[in-house]
């Protein structure tokens, strides 16, 4: 199920792949690079753990009645 709304998504993504570009450009890959890849790997999915875990989510469902 997924809990990342499409802005956020494409935030995240932008964020993510920065940093990891950053960090290969400036010759050290951690922490930061670590960092971009997670947000990269939840953009994929679609899914945050820490949302999950808090109950928190930024996608709007459509519920039909």
Do not use: D, K
Request: proline letters at 3%; charged letters at 10%.
């Amino acid at each position: 199920m997924r809990n990342i709304s499409r802005l956020e998504r494409s935030v995240r993504l932008w964020f993510g792949l920065a940093m990891i570009v950053g960090c290969i450009q400036a010759g050290s890959l951690l922490p930061w690079s670590a960092i971009g890849l997670m947000l990269v790997l939840t953009v994929i999915a679609g899914f945050c753990p820490m949302y999950a875990m808090a109950g928190f989510r930024t996608q709007i469902c459509c519920l039909r009645s």
